[in-house]
C-alpha cells in the first residue's frame, strides 16, 4: 500500500508540503521568529535569545522575591527593543508602577553608561523629568493598564492588544490569580486558575502575542525553604500549559547551609541575592539556575546574573 502526502489545504489544516514550501518562500526576515529578549544575562542566552511570540512565560515565587520587579524590567527591554509591552497590573495603579519604574529606569542608566550612583534614587519631580527624557525612545511602546473590579477581565485585557502590534507584542498579567471571573463558575481555585491559564495560552496562540504571567503561591507552601513550581495555585495547570516557567527565590533561604553556615561574609552576601530557576523551556534547556543581585530599594535586578554554583537545599536533601 502506497500513502501519498496530500497537498489540499483548509481553514484548520495544512500538509507537510505546504508548510515546507510556505517556510522556503519566506523572506530570510521571516524564517526566524521574534525573540523578546528580557535584557538579562545569562537568562537570553540559555532562553536561545529570549521568548518568543505565542509563548506563555509564568513568573512565580513567595511574595516579596522581585517577580513584580523582574516583570517591569522585562517589559522596559521589550519595548527598549522595538517590540510592544502592556503591563497588565492588580496589585498596582498605574502612578504606583511609574514610581517604581522611574527608580528603575535611573538605575538602569546609570548601569548602561556606567556612571557611579548618585545617592538615593527614590522618585522624584527632577527625576520623572529625567525619565520622560530617557524615555522618550521607547515610551509609547510601554502601556500601563490597572486591573480594577470586575471589569478587568479576560476580554477586557484582549481588547488593549493591538491587531497591527500582532507578532511584536508582549501581554504582562500581575498577577494571573486576581484576573477576575464568574462569580460560582468554578468548584474549586485549582480550576480557575486552570482556566485562567488555558485562556491566556489561548490568546497567545490566537493573537499571536508573548504573555507573561505573574503566578502566586499556595499559603501552606510559603514555609517551604525553596518554592518550586508545584507550590504554586493550580500547579499542575501552570505547569502543563507553560512554555517557560521561572521560580525566583532568596538565595540566603534557597542555598544548602554548607555552603552558608561557617562563612559570614558569604552569608551575607547571599542576602542579596536572588535564584533564578528555570523549571520549564520548550524552547531550548531546563532545570538551570541562575544568580542575580537584587537592587531592590530602587526597583531592579542587576541584569549580569551567573549560573548558581552552590547546591540547593532540595538537591541536598535528596542526595541524603
Known amino acids: 500500500m502506497t500513502l501519498e502526502m496530500s497537498t489540499t489545504t483548509t481553514a484548520n489544516c495544512t500538509s507537510l508540503l505546504d508548510l515546507l514550501r510556505d517556510r522556503v518562500d519566506r523572506p530570510e526576515a521571516d524564517v526566524h521568529p521574534t525573540r523578546f529578549r528580557t535584557g538579562m544575562f545569562p537568562l537570553d542566552e540559555v532562553l536561545g535569545s529570549g521568548f518568543r511570540p505565542q509563548d506563555l512565560v509564568l513568573i512565580s515565587g513567595r511574595p516579596g522575591a522581585g517577580k513584580t520587579i523582574m516583570a517591569l524590567q522585562w517589559a522596559r527591554a521589550v519595548a527598549q527593543q522595538g517590540a510592544n509591552a502592556i503591563y497588565v497590573c492588580f496589585e498596582h495603579s498605574p502612578e504606583s508602577l511609574l514610581e517604581r519604574f522611574a527608580a528603575l529606569e535611573a538605575v538602569s542608566a546609570q548601569r548602561e553608561t556606567r556612571t557611579p550612583p548618585r545617592g538615593s534614587l527614590a522618585p522624584s519631580e527632577s527625576r520623572l523629568a529625567d525619565t520622560l527624557d530617557r524615555a522618550a525612545a521607547y ?3 510601554l502601556s500601563f493598564a490597572a486591573g ?19 507578532g511584536n507584542t508582549v501581554l504582562f498579567v500581575d498577577y494571573l490569580q486576581k484576573i477576575p471571573t464568574e462569580r460560582g463558575r468554578f468548584s474549586s481555585e485549582d480550576d480557575r486558575t486552570a482556566y485562567l491559564v488555558e485562556s491566556l495560552k489561548d490568546i497567545a496562540l490566537r493573537r ?15 514555609r517551604e525553604r525553596r518554592l518550586r513550581m508545584h507550590h504554586m495555585r493550580g500547579s499542575s495547570a501552570l505547569m502543563y500549559e507553560a512554555d517557560i516557567a521561572i521560580v525566583l527565590n532568596e538565595k540566603h533561604r534557597a542555598v544548602s547551609k554548607t555552603h552558608l553556615a561557617y562563612d559570614a561574609v558569604r552569608a551575607e552576601s547571599a542576602k542579596r541575592q536572588i535564584v533564578l530557576s528555570l523549571e520549564k523551556n520548550r524552547n531550548g534547556v531546563a532545570d538551570v539556575d541562575l544568580d542575580f543581585t537584587k537592587d531592590f530599594a530602587n526597583y531592579s535586578i542587576d541584569p549580569a546574573g551567573t549560573f548558581l554554583a552552590e547546591d540547593l537545599v532540595d538537591d541536598v536533601l535528596f542526595r541524603e
Open 139 to 141: 515610551g509609547r511602546r
Open 208 to 222: 499571536n502575542i508573548a504573555v507573561v504571567g505573574v503566578v502566586a503561591a499556595e499559603r501552606d507552601a510559603l
Open 148 to 166: 480594577s473590579g470586575r471589569d478587568t477581565n479576560l476580554d477586557a485585557i484582549e481588547r488593549l492588544i493591538d491587531r497591527d502590534a500582532e
